[in-house]
């Protein structure tokens, strides 16, 4: 049985959290492998809206066992706010959620340290919540991951030491800051490790059992694809490996299991925070985009970047995640426009490009080339648009799910081919 990845194939926010949640029904396990508490999964069930910033969106489907791998940045606090909130719902976590040993843990020296570099204009326009500086830290060797915390006292405190030390110079040095109180900080950490105690494991090694048995694995990621560390537009990406390929190593799973790889992508095209962005709508039409599709951030609430399907990007994001089929979201909020733009070709100087070297291409030089495509007025027939199918033609991957409204109920399902 294989194990199947879902990424975004944009620069996130594609809906990733309502289609994980259709789909979870049909998996054992869902597993979060990159990212941290930057992420805002949107599940809307019986009319209440749920958002996940670090568990997995699988979390409401209770028969399903839930993880977040090692590559994912835990933030102690907002997981256990998430969990409770949870809990409260009458959802249990025991024996069913688990959060491996290995993942890294986000400190409040992170979330200053993203805070005051964008307070100074400096950042890319993070999130703020410590993700850079928390995936930096783990490169450096000088991070924390969850199990630093169930070490013998002193090899603890040792480790601890270190990181403030390091973390103290940066904060002081960069931004003139003094020191965190260090005590509060494991005072903090310390009642963190006893709560989580019970979902401490080996997440890596439970899946493979779990595959092993023959389960089926589903492993969510965060972001989108144009915003992978190394594939994006660095430097305005996000700290962590977004493509399907970050699976394999963020949560631990040889390449050849993952035969699967769900592509996530909106009927158009939003950005948060800075960065290139060929097919951005300057015009009146972002402001209506935006309002039609609820374009603000589900993490920060910053008003997101709006524009139109952008095919060589998408083009490149296919064949760099692999995907073996497509879930179109958000195609209702086009609805009601007549016919959009839709970016067909790049053109950079005298080169036209459909299948762009996106490595080699100056994305601020881009300029885009344009059809226009009819959007759907009927909604319940959707899934059969021109629309649909040109997208699916274009990009040659089937498009497996539409989806036309925010309930769990609004997602058009197409035969497997
Ligand atoms: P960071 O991940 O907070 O460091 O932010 C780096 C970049 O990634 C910024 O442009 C953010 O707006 C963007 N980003 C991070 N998480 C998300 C997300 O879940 N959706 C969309 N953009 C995101």
Redesign the pocket.
């Known amino acids: 049985m294989p194990y199947t990845v879902i990424i ?1 194939l944009q ?3 594609e809906g990733k959290g309502k289609i994980v949640d259709a789909i979870t029904p049909a998996f054992d396990w869902v597993v979060r492998f990159q ?2 508490a ?3 999964h949107t599940v809307l069930v019986n009319g209440k809206k749920h958002i996940f910033h670090l568990l997995p969106s699988g979390i409401l489907r209770e028969g399903v066992r839930c993880g977040i791998g090692a590559g994912v940045v835990v933030d102690p606090q907002v997981l256990q706010d998430e969990a409770r909130a949870v809990e409260a719902e009458g959802i249990s976590l025991r024996g069913r959620f688990f959060v491996d040993a290995r993942a890294h843990l986000v400190l409040p020296h992170h979330r200053y340290e ?1 805070h005051f570099e964008e307070e100074k204009g400096r950042g ?6 410590g ?2 500086p928390a995936y930096r830290d783990r490169s450096a060797r000088m991070g924390i991951p969850l199990r630093t915390l169930f070490e013998r006292p002193e090899k603890r405190d040792r480790l601890l030491e270190r990181f403030f030390e390091w973390n103290e110079a940066i904060l002081a040095a960069r931004y003139g800051k003094p020191p965190i109180p260090r005590e509060k900080v494991v005072e903090d950490l310390l009642r963190f490790r006893d709560w989580v105690a019970p979902y401490v494991a080996d997440v890596a090694f439970l899946t493979q059992k779990a595959h092993e048995e023959g389960g089926q694995i589903l492993l969510e990621g ?3 694809a144009g ?1 992978d560390l190394a594939f994006g537009t660095y430097p ?5 490996h977004t493509i399907a390929g970050g699976a394999t190593v963020g949560l631990g799973v040889a390449p050849r299991a993952i035969t699967r790889v769900i592509g996530v992508m909106k009927a158009y095209t939003t ?5 290139p962005f060929p097919t951005e709508v300057r015009d009146e039409r972002a402001g209506l985009l935006r309002e039609r599709g609820g374009e603000y ?4 609430g ?1 008003p ?1 970047r709006c524009g139109w399907l952008d095919l060589p990007m998408l083009r490149y994001m296919v064949r760099l995640n692999g995907a073996t089929e497509i879930a179109l979201t958000k195609l209702d909020v086009l609805a009601g426009m007549g016919e959009v733009p839709v970016g067909v070709a790049w053109k950079v100087g005298q080169e036209r490009y459909e299948w762009p070297p996106l490595g080699m291409i100056p994305l601020e030089e881009v300029t885009v080339e344009y059809e226009t495509w009819p959007v759907p007025e009927d909604l319940d027939r959707a899934d059969r648009s021109p629309y649909v199918l040109r997208l699916e033609e274009a990009l040659g991957v089937p498009v497996r799910w539409v989806s036309v409204g925010q309930a769990r109920e609004a997602l058009l399902e197409r035969a497997r081919g």
């Open positions: 975004g620069w996130g926010d990212g941290g930057n992420a805002g993203d890319v326009g993070s999130t703020r919540r993700i850079g965060a972001q989108g915003l305005y990406v996000t700290s962590s950005r948060v925070g800075k960065g951030g589900s993490t920060t910053r997101r």
